[in-house]
């Protein structure tokens, strides 16, 4: 069981916008800031998503991320077939003093 | 471009001992928190522990804390996670991961491929 609550699967076709939630509490999303990783098939995870709405350089502007509360999205539009993958959110959980990962969504591009 | 070269993984039966290694490469290692995150066959991401730039702070997953030790040789641009007492729910691709701060609180934006770490008898 995760601390952050992820939907276990996704899907979209070509050009749809799809989203993925990521529900957590005070103690991680509701004081920290939120990242997303994504994870190609057969490849270690790669930052997608930083401080809730930041892209690194190379990751396309079709992905965003946003936070309520103690709930956070990543938002992929335009969607593509390579962008099949498992999708991770994380943050800081200050009661338990350590990292804490969602899940994991498995994203399907029909 | 950074890299990250996690080794040390292997069989070892239930009770037993293992040391991982990381070498660092293309960054000022002593700048920056290191992470160990793992994945189980087939299962998500888990993070297993953390350590501040200096070596000086160290943090654990409960499901870890007694058993394993992170440290890290700044001379060496060297992370190294010793794992003992392991159990068959240990058994999981390990991956080193830098960190963006002194602190292991945020971003993991370096990750290396991963180590697998096999605990059966």
């Known amino acids: 069981q995760s601390v952050l609550t992820q939907p276990p699967s996704a899907s979209g076709t070509p050009g749809q916008r799809v989203t993925i939630s990521c529900s957590g509490s005070s103690s991680n999303i509701g004081s920290n800031t939120v990242n997303w990783y994504q994870q190609l098939p057969g490849t270690a995870p790669k930052l997608l998503i930083y401080?809730?709405?930041q892209r690194p350089s190379g990751v396309p502007d079709r992905f965003s991320g946003s936070k309520s509360g103690t709930s956070a999205s990543l938002a992929i539009s335009g969607l593509q077939s390579e962008d099949e993958a498992d999708y991770y959110c994380?943050?800081?959980?200050?009661?338990?003093?350590?990292?804490?990962f969602g899940g994991g969504t498995k994203l399907t591009v029909l | 471009e950074m890299q990250l070269l996690e080794s040390g993984g292997g069989l070892v039966q239930p009770g037993g001992s293992l040391r991982l290694s990381c070498a660092a490469s293309?960054?000022?290692?002593?700048?920056?928190?290191m992470s160990w995150v793992r994945q189980a066959p087939g299962k998500g991401l888990e993070w297993v522990s953390g350590?501040?730039?200096?070596?000086?702070?160290?943090y654990y997953a409960d499901s870890v804390k007694g058993r394993f030790t992170i440290t890290r040789d700044n001379s060496k641009n060297t992370l190294y996670l010793q794992m003992n007492s392991l159990r068959a729910e240990d058994t999981a691709v390990y991956h080193c991961t830098k960190g963006w701060g002194r602190y292991p609180y945020g971003v993991f934006d370096v990750w290396g491929q991963g180590t697998m770490v096999t605990v059966s008898s």
């Open positions: 350590i501040s730039d200096s070596g000086g702070n160290t």
């Open positions: 401080s809730g709405n």
């Open positions: 293309r960054f000022t290692f002593s700048s920056y928190a």
């Open positions: 994380a943050a800081w959980d200050d009661s338990l003093n350590g990292q804490v």
